[in-house]
């Protein structure tokens, strides 16, 4: 049941002993989230994965325990050559890992109680549960937390409302078992993550251009602007601070979309002033601009609120009724005129005959007796109108619960291929911008159906692989296409078939594998050089999150550069040796972190989770609360064991922050 490895060091079947990480999971983010811990933060990991193959690839010849035995044996192999290559890194030794044992993997088909404990659950210093059902993690979690009170516990939910009650009583639960804990420990004791609340901002910002990555603050909004490369003789404005410079050039402006394996061809994260002036060509990711964040606002609905006439009845119809009613105007003009009659009573008369319920008019003069016939003329179409306008009405109303076709003058939008739990939450992030969209659906009970339901959003039902699905969905006139199916192989095969149709369309396409992605895009950028195209994987984005969290701090965000990721954290200066004691200016390290805010509120009056709103009414007559966050920071402030800041970091230049503060904080 037990193995490890290769070409990881053999070790013995043998109990974990204490401090070590559990990860439980049935997907791509439990192995990534096992090779972060293990390869980035030097952990002691056990990844405890289902019997036989990954059920959201089937395709795959391999077992759960046989992909993650592959993706750590390609991790320990880029690892060494790393190590072999430059001998040392930002942060001291090339290996990080010196020492540590290797992943050690386990196969159960559930978390249950005697495999929980045999995975040395109660000597363990955290547990992440990311299982792609909500409520086998939410099971697990009751059961870990009673078998160790002590354990930090990382929970993957979807259900965002489920998650806060389930974080606040399993904090309860700690707190009950174990008094007078340390209400910093207690807050850190269990987190609730979402994986698609993770990438959804950034998967929907590749089909925007020029768009910002959003970071929440403390009620305030930090914006991470992607800016393309400038023109010949072009300043661009540089921001607050340049975080990150892309692969772009001003003579490549599609780049090399680089991963931490593209060597010279990769982003480079955080660089110091040299390295932005001498990278005068580049495209750049800078902190733009810090603002007050207003309550989320919900997700529009495509065609405003309500049943607009336009929505009920048929155009043709409207305008039947538009000449109907012209032709009554015109009769009652006609009567005031040849009969001297007011305009109330020619009105009323002209009514009657339209609807035929007058008197025949054999003793009125002849131009009152032409009007009435033309009247009754015009009576005889009205009422095939109505007949019409109740057919057309309870036509809608009966298709009002139904899902909506692309109408035809739709162009711009954004074609979005899935609505899965990644693609629904990306679908609210776009309506959130007011963006247009389509939805292509092969499944019609999906998740996201309903939601796309209620929202109004034209939904194409078919196997976007057929033919005609995809011009079903207006590809030809689409400003961008995102392919966030679960399947590679599906969102490779539409994106060939999208730019065959359209070359010019901008494309972001969901990807697992960084060596694949990367083939993928040269090929595409080579058959396509004009056109914009983009890859993203799911649990690649995610992973960092749950791994920080996992370490018992605080993640406010991350944002992807090209293939990379960079994290927002919140960090207490005291135990940080790189930290404390330095100026802003001496504390930062290139390419591994950069001090960015400073809290200036009394540590007694902190709030606990930066990325949390203040409670206000923005409504009200009251003012929101000042921020005790300071952005404009002097090269010259000495960063005090009080303080708290908020940090840009890499992976890897967290990684040593917080490896650094274990080896001088005591062990609980």
């Known amino acids: 049941m037990l193995g490890f490895v290769p070409p990881l060091p053999q070790q013995p079947g043998r109990p974990p002993s204490a401090g070590h990480m559990i990860v439980c999971g049935d997907d791509a ?5 096992a090779v972060e811990l293990r390869f980035v933060y030097g952990e002691r990991v056990t990844l405890l994965l289902p019997p036989g193959r990954d059920a959201n690839s089937p395709e795959t010849p391999l077992t759960q325990r046989g992909r993650a035995a592959a993706l750590f044996g390609r991790m320990s192999a880029a690892m060494n050559r790393a190590g072999n290559g430059s001998g040392t890194t930002a942060g001291g030794s090339g290996d990080t890992n010196a020492g540590v044992e290797a992943v ?3 196969e159960a088909p559930e978390p249950s109680d005697d495999v929980l404990e045999e995975a040395g659950v109660d000597r363990a210093a955290a547990l992440a549960l990311v299982y792609d059902d909500d409520e086998r993690n939410i099971r697990a979690a009751l059961t870990a937390r009673r078998l160790n009170p002590r354990l930090r516990l990382v929970i993957r939910l979807y259900n965002r409302k489920l998650g806060l009650h389930l974080e606040e009583l399993l904090d309860q639960a700690a707190a009950v078992a174990m008094p007078g804990i340390d209400p910093a420990l207690l807050d850190a004791s269990t987190t609730v993550l979402s994986d698609a609340d993770t990438a959804a901002p950034a998967l929907a910002a590749t089909a925007l251009t020029g768009s910002s990555k959003i970071i929440q603050a403390e009620g305030l909004l930090l914006r991470a602007a992607e800016r393309p490369p400038p023109r010949p003789g072009e300043t661009l404005d540089p921001g607050l601070c340049t975080l990150a410079l892309l692969s772009s050039t001003t003579n490549n402006p599609a780049g090399s979309e680089g991963s931490d394996s593209s060597g010279d061809e990769a982003p480079l994260l955080l660089p110091d002033e040299r390295a932005v002036a001498a990278a005068s060509g580049r495209g750049t990711v800078v902190l733009e601009t810090v603002s007050r964040a207003d309550p989320d606002r919900p997700a529009t609905r495509m065609g405003g609120r309500g049943a607009p006439l336009a929505q009920v009845f048929s155009r043709r119809l409207r305008w039947s009724a538009l000449g109907v009613a012209a032709a009554a105007v015109a009769l009652v003009i006609a009567s005031v005129l040849t009969t001297r009659d007011s305009l109330l009573h020619s009105a009323y008369l002209t009514l009657l005959d339209l609807l035929g319920m007058n008197d025949p008019a054999e003793e009125a003069p002849p131009a009152r007796q032409i009007i009435q016939l ?27 619960s139904s899902l909506r076709r692309p109408p035809r003058g739709l162009s711009g939008h954004v074609v979005l291929l899935g609505l899965g739990k990644i693609g629904t939450r990306v679908l609210v992030r776009l309506r959130e911008l007011d963006i247009p969209v389509v939805v292509v659906e092969e499944d019609p009970e999906a998740r996201g159906i309903p939601l796309a339901r209620s929202m109004h959003v034209p939904t194409v039902l078919g196997d976007v692989t057929q033919e005609g699905v995809l011009e079903a969905a207006k590809i030809r006139r689409a400003h961008a296409l995102l392919a966030l199916t679960s399947i590679d192989t599906t969102n490779l095969e539409a994106t060939l078939y999208a730019r065959s149709v359209k070359p010019d369309l901008r494309v972001a396409l969901r990807l697992y594998d960084d060596e694949f992605a990367t083939a993928v895009y040269r090929t595409l950028r080579t058959a396509h050089p004009g056109a914009l195209t983009r890859s993203r994987s799911v649990s690649h984005l995610a992973a960092p999150s749950f791994a920080v969290a996992m370490m018992g701090r605080q993640i406010l965000g991350a944002v992807p550069v090209e293939r990379k990721v960079m994290l927002f954290a919140a960090l207490e200066v005291a135990g940080h040796p790189q930290l404390e004691g330095h100026t802003v200016e001496q504390a930062f390290r290139a390419g591994a972190w950069r001090v960015l805010a400073i809290d200036a509120t009394p540590p007694a009056d902190r709030a606990p989770d930066l990325a949390a709103i203040p409670p206000y009414d923005p409504e009200g007559d009251a003012a929101p609360p000042p921020s005790g966050l300071v952005w404009d920071l002097h090269p010259g402030y000495v960063l005090r064991a009080t303080d708290r800041v908020v940090i840009a970091a890499t992976r890897r230049g967290l990684a040593e922050l917080l490896r650094r503060q274990r080896s001088v904080a005591p062990r609980r």
């Open 29 to 33: 983010l439990a192995r990534r989230l």
């Open 374 to 400: 033309l009247s009754g003329v015009a009576g005889l179409l009205l009422l095939p109108l109505l007949i019409a306008a109740v057919l057309e009405a309870f036509g809608t109303l009966r298709t009002a």
């Open 104 to 106: 050690r993997i386990m």
